[in-house]
């Protein structure tokens, strides 16, 4: 591997490391990671169940959808 495609490597590799650490970055996001893991739900219930309002919920839902987390 030439230095050129090396250094492209590392810094595709770090994107991706901001772009989920980026996602990862609100605590209600790693909150609704951790519901979702244990089963699917949709948007009311994710809201509910953290007590947000359902548009901040589809929010963060959007943002970790663009991470794709």
């Known amino acids: 591997m030439n230095q050129e495609t ?3 490597f590392k810094s595709e ?3 991706q490391f901001a772009r989920i650490g980026k996602a990862l970055a ?3 996001r790693l ?3 951790e ?3 244990q089963e699917e739900k ?3 219930a994710v809201a509910s169940a953290i ?3 359902i548009a901040n919920a589809s929010q963060h839902l959007q943002v970790l959808r663009r ?3």
Do not use: G
Request: proline share 12%; aromatic share 4%.
């Open 6 to 8: 090396k250094r492209q």
């Open 13 to 15: 590799l770090f994107e």
């Open 26 to 28: 609100a605590p209600q």
């Open 31 to 33: 909150e609704i990671l």
């Open 35 to 37: 519901l979702l893991s």
């Open 42 to 44: 949709p948007v009311e």
């Open 51 to 53: 007590c947000i309002p």
């Open 67 to 69: 991470a794709q987390l």
